[in-house]
């Protein structure tokens, strides 16, 4: 079996500029450079490298991950922090063989795969379909990710982008549809408020399904990139400056416990990646990209608890994103 390193596209080198109320898409070729430099000299570049297929061989020393749950942003973000935790505890576990799944596969598929242990060995996800995986893996929550995730820039159509400077709670919010990708966590916090959406099979068919009005927004993570969601032909579609959604996402790490030394290695080397201060600046140089949260200029924020979050959790996501943005948001509305 032939496994290969995903290699992301020029899509990653970009991001969305809002200026005057205009999208745009920004080539930014030292975006590399700098995630390179905020989690170690030459990891991100490394994942930028052409792409090298190599046969994985029976040896206790490998490791097998599936990585296309998400957008090739994020990951780009999730294999950085694999290959850090593992680098991380070369010293005490030795060396390791990483091999890349290399088949998109269905969420329930993963988890067979990974809970017999022999193709597959970790993989990430949003809690949304499998809840009862835990007599087969490990779950480890990743926080660094969970705040980021989460807080969503607004595209709509420009002539209505006006619309949304009433918005105020959640009622208002129900006034308009979202679109939404079938598999996407929002689907069931969007449900728990009642708030209306469309769903579209595939991600990059929302931003042509927007266009043609199927729905009045589309709600994307600050980590995202957008060329994802589809190609804009007429230039219709803008980013709003002046609000912004925040939804609590948990995103978890699945290892297979037939590896029971690969749990203890992770474990060990995301508290170090997360405590060296490296998961922080990964994180932080993504957000850089994102002209709407930088400048001066304040930007109302519509809170939404996510009903797999207890209170306390709710509210501890949400005191932790305003702590990171302490003058930056207007909070329209916090339940």
């Given at each position: 079996?032939?496994?290969?390193?995903?290699?992301?596209?020029?899509?990653?080198?970009?991001?969305?500029?809002?200026?005057?109320?205009?999208?745009?898409?920004?080539?930014?070729?030292?975006?590399?450079?700098?995630?390179?430099?905020?989690?170690?000299?030459?990891?991100?570049?490394?994942?930028?490298?052409?792409?090298?297929?190599?046969?994985?061989?029976?040896?206790?020393?490998?490791?097998?991950?599936?990585?296309?749950?998400?957008?090739?942003?994020?990951?780009?973000?999730?294999?950085?922090?694999?290959?850090?935790?593992?680098?991380?505890?070369?010293?005490?576990?030795?060396?390791?063989?990483?091999?890349?799944?290399?088949?998109?596969?269905?969420?329930?598929?993963?988890?067979?795969?990974?809970?017999?242990?022999?193709?597959?060995?970790?993989?990430?996800?949003?809690?949304?379909?499998?809840?009862?995986?835990?007599?087969?893996?490990?779950?480890?929550?990743?926080?660094?990710?969970?705040?980021?995730?989460?807080?969503?820039?607004?595209?709509?159509?420009?002539?209505?982008?006006?619309?949304?400077?009433?918005?105020?709670?959640?009622?208002?919010?129900?006034?308009?549809?979202?679109?939404?990708?079938?598999?996407?966590?929002?689907?069931?916090?969007?449900?728990?408020?009642?708030?209306?959406?469309?769903?579209?099979?595939?991600?990059?068919?929302?931003?042509?399904?927007?266009?043609?009005?199927?729905?009045?927004?589309?709600?994307?993570?600050?980590?995202?990139?957008?060329?994802?969601?589809?190609?804009?032909?007429?230039?219709?579609?803008?980013?709003?400056?002046?609000?912004?959604?925040?939804?609590?996402?948990?995103?978890?790490?699945?290892?297979?416990?037939?590896?029971?030394?690969?749990?203890?290695?992770?474990?060990?080397?995301?508290?170090?990646?997360?405590?060296?201060?490296?998961?922080?600046?990964?994180?932080?140089?993504?957000?850089s990209e994102r002209n709407i949260l930088q400048?001066?200029?304040?930007?109302?924020?519509?809170?939404?608890?996510?009903?797999?979050?207890?209170?306390?959790?709710?509210?501890?996501?949400?005191?932790?994103?305003?702590?990171?943005?302490?003058?930056?948001?207007?909070?329209?509305?916090?339940?």
């Amino acid at each position: 079996m032939k496994f290969g390193h995903p290699t992301p596209s020029n899509a990653i080198a970009r991001h969305c500029a809002t200026k005057a109320g205009q999208l745009s898409f920004v080539r930014t070729p030292l975006r590399a450079r700098r995630l390179a430099k905020a989690v170690g000299a030459g990891v991100i570049l490394n994942l930028l490298s052409v792409a090298s297929n190599t046969v994985a061989e029976p040896d206790s020393r490998e490791i097998v991950f599936y990585n296309r749950s998400f957008t090739q942003n994020i990951q780009v973000i999730l294999q950085t922090t694999i290959e850090r935790s593992l680098e991380l505890t070369k010293k005490e576990y030795g060396e390791y063989q990483l091999a890349y799944y290399p088949t998109t596969s269905s969420d329930e598929r993963i988890e067979k795969l990974s809970r017999d242990g022999e193709q597959l060995h970790l993989y990430f996800s949003t809690p949304k379909i499998l809840d009862d995986t835990q007599q087969s893996h490990t779950d480890i929550d990743i926080p660094f990710l969970t705040n980021a995730l989460g807080l969503r820039v607004i595209l709509t159509k420009k002539q209505r982008a006006s619309r949304f400077d009433h918005i105020k709670n959640h009622e208002d919010l129900r006034d308009f549809y979202a679109g939404i990708g079938h598999t996407w966590a929002a689907k069931k916090i969007f449900e728990h408020r009642g708030i209306p959406f469309r769903q579209a099979l595939l991600t990059e068919k929302l931003l042509p399904m927007l266009e043609k009005d199927r729905f009045d927004y589309i709600a994307i993570s600050t980590l995202d990139d957008i060329e994802s969601l589809g190609p804009i032909k007429d230039n219709q579609v803008t980013a709003l400056d002046n609000l912004m959604l925040y939804y609590p996402i948990p995103v978890q790490l699945h290892i297979s416990n037939t590896r029971p030394e690969l749990v203890s290695r992770l474990k060990k080397g995301l508290e170090r990646f997360i405590s060296s201060g490296e998961a922080t600046a990964l994180i932080d140089a993504e957000m850089s990209e994102r002209n709407i949260l930088q400048g001066e200029a304040r930007v109302r924020l519509l809170m939404i608890k996510n009903p797999l979050y207890d209170e306390q959790r709710n509210q501890a996501a949400f005191k932790n994103l305003t702590e990171q943005f302490p003058r930056k948001f207007i909070t329209v509305y916090q339940p």
